[in-house]
């Protein structure tokens, strides 16, 4: 089956523009996570939806970047006034249930380059 | 969740086998030790999870002392293909399922 795709798989924008990245998950994946990879660097946990539960936030690194998940499948992450420390890959990943055996399938990620 | 230590890289060639150790000192009872593999502007990929003793699946094996201190992960026979970072994971296997990644280990495969 489809796996977790996520677009736009590349974005330039101007510092202080906001900007949308969406994911799809896995159908049937109750569980949503967004990380975002700087250049060189491990992943670094941003948020994570299950189910109707209230989203665990406690990685976004500040109040410029929120996220939603509509229905409980696709999730959209903005980022609002981007800066240029914001250049990274942001990755989403999706795991059948909230437990750590479940494993998680991360999509390709979107590339974001802020000028 | 368990600091982890990874040598920052390692080079091979086709047909060995490799052995990248990860040391958890700090690793808790519940803590489970999980390996994904990346490739270049990839997302990276679930290779194998182990609580205790030994795990095969097709893809590796991984090794876990009685202390669980360390694990290693073995890759058989590596290729070309297998060029890639490769990221140890230690953490509770009911809380916290965000996943904390460090700087992995580059694999390097030459012919």
């Known amino acids: 089956g489809a796996g977790v795709s996520q677009s736009p798989s590349n974005k330039v924008t101007e510092k202080g523009k906001d900007v949308e990245l969406r994911c799809d998950p896995i159908?049937?994946?109750?569980?949503l996570y967004w990380y975002r990879q700087s250049l060189g660097q491990g992943l670094e946990f941003l948020i994570y939806?299950?189910?109707?539960?209230?989203?665990?936030k406690s990685g976004l690194p500040s109040d410029r970047f929120s996220a939603e998940r509509t229905g409980g499948s696709v999730s959209t992450l903005t980022i609002q006034r981007t800066q240029q420390e914001d250049s990274a890959v942001y990755l989403c990943?999706?795991?059948?249930?909230?437990?750590?055996?479940?494993?998680?399938?991360f999509g390709p990620g979107t590339r974001l380059l802020v000028l | 969740l368990a600091k982890t230590t990874q040598p920052i890289s390692m080079d091979s060639y086709e047909g060995q086998e490799v052995n990248i150790t990860c040391s958890h000192n700090?690793?808790?009872?519940?803590?489970?030790i999980t390996w994904y593999q990346q490739f270049p502007s990839q997302g990276p990929r679930f290779i194998i999870q182990?609580?205790?003793t030994k795990v095969t699946n097709e893809v590796a094996s991984l090794f876990i002392p009685a202390d669980r201190k360390s694990s290693t992960l073995s890759l058989p026979r590596v290729s070309l293909s297998d060029t890639a970072v490769y990221y140890c994971?230690?953490?509770?296997?009911?809380?916290?399922?965000?996943?904390?990644f460090g700087a992995g280990t580059i694999l390097r495969v030459k012919s």
């Open positions: 990943a999706s795991s059948l249930g909230p437990a750590r055996e479940e494993t998680q399938y």
């Open positions: 159908s049937g994946h109750t569980a």
């Open positions: 939806f299950q189910g109707n539960s209230a989203p665990d």
């Open positions: 700090n690793i808790a009872t519940n803590d489970y």
């Open positions: 182990g609580y205790k």
């Open positions: 994971l230690v953490g509770d296997r009911y809380y916290g399922n965000k996943l904390v």
